[in-house]
């Protein structure tokens, strides 16, 4: 098994249940967020998706418990692992 090392931009795109699409994304410069009409907006090559349904309150815990965590690109915290820690 041969491991693929992507460099670039990591973004979550979550579906909602009302209308289109919640685009969450960490940076450097902090947490962003945005409404998308479509997750063909993000632009970026697709590496992981999941068929997993997140009470909204769930969610929120997940996002909460993700605050103490200090995240750099290099270390053992970059930004992908942000999204990896939501799913697993």
Request: net charge positive; hydrophobic share 40%.
């Amino acid at each position: 098994h041969q491991k693929q090392r992507l460099v670039g931009r990591t973004e979550l795109v979550l579906k909602t249940t009302v209308d289109g699409w919640l685009n969450l994304r960490l940076t450097a410069a902090g947490f962003e967020w945005e409404h998308l009409g479509s997750y063909r907006h993000t632009r970026l090559k697709v590496v992981s998706s999941s068929n997993k349904c997140v009470a909204m309150n769930a969610f929120r815990d997940l996002l909460r418990d993700q605050g103490p965590v200090d995240y750099a690109e290099g270390t053992r915290n970059d930004f992908a692992s942000f999204a990896k820690r939501l799913f697993n």
